[in-house]
């Protein structure tokens, strides 16, 4: 079974704080994706990567970036946190049509 | 634009009943059809799928139906378990170039189903 790793189960920051979500799989698959979920909001897409040193923009990247330096590794940036971006981060990547998810974040700014 | 719709936010059913979960999508183009369940705190899971060329496929107690020419489809759950509930997304995929798909997901139902 192909595993989808985020790094953080629960993070709490500050207003103003630089943090790094980290996602790791454990296959050579190019496509790699983060998502955030909110109540009555359902899963929407911030930035994904097709493969190393690629990225794209979502449907919202506002407040966010994304770094992809190893296959293996997507990272999720929030250059400066703001409240607005509490939420649960889901990390994913794709093979042929299929997708496995993380467990994801729960990223908490106070 | 929302291009795949769950038109209820929440539905309750009564264990050993059929859950029916909605979902409406608008653009033509998407190929494979999904659903994932989430529980809290934990990323969503992959239920079941439906290419946009079949119009049923069942996997045990979980049913999916395609309606293209309505833009509609449905989760079936028959016979309902409490273990059941949790969100339940619909979404879908359309080819984005490179060789990727993207997958685009509706807001989610929430299924409470009452022992």
């Known amino acids: 079974d192909v595993k989808v790793t985020q790094s953080s189960r629960y993070l709490v920051k500050r207003t103003g704080e630089k943090v790094f979500l980290e996602c790791v799989q454990d296959m050579d698959h190019e496509n790699m994706f983060w998502y955030r979920q909110d109540p009555g909001l359902g899963l929407r897409l911030i930035y994904f990567?097709?493969?190393?040193?690629?990225?794209e923009k979502g449907d919202i990247p506002e407040g966010y970036s994304v770094s992809r330096e190893k296959k293996e590794r997507f990272s999720l940036i929030l250059e400066s946190a703001s409240t607005n971006q509490t939420s649960m981060y889901l990390c994913?990547?794709?093979?042929?049509?299929?997708?496995?998810f993380g467990s994801g974040t729960r990223l908490t700014v106070v | 634009d929302q291009q795949v719709k769950q038109n209820s936010p929440s539905l309750s059913v009564q264990e050993g009943r059929i859950s029916i979960l909605n979902c409406d999508y608008t653009?033509?183009?998407?190929?494979?059809f999904l659903w994932y369940k989430k529980y809290p705190a934990e990323g969503p899971t992959f239920l079941i799928s439906i290419s946009s060329i079949k119009d049923k496929n069942e996997d045990g107690r979980f049913t999916v139906f395609l309606n293209k020419s309505a833009k509609h489809l449905s989760l079936h759950i028959v016979p309902s378990q409490p273990g059941d509930s949790a969100v339940y997304f619909c979404?879908?995929?359309?080819?984005?170039?490179?060789?990727?798909?993207?997958?685009?997901f509706g807001k989610g139902t929430k299924l409470s189903v009452i022992p």
């Open positions: 994913a990547r794709s093979h042929r049509g299929g997708y496995t």
């Open positions: 653009n033509s183009m998407f190929d494979y």
């Open positions: 990567s097709y493969d190393v040193k690629m990225k």
């Open positions: 979404a879908a995929t359309s080819y984005s170039g490179a060789g990727s798909y993207q997958l685009t």
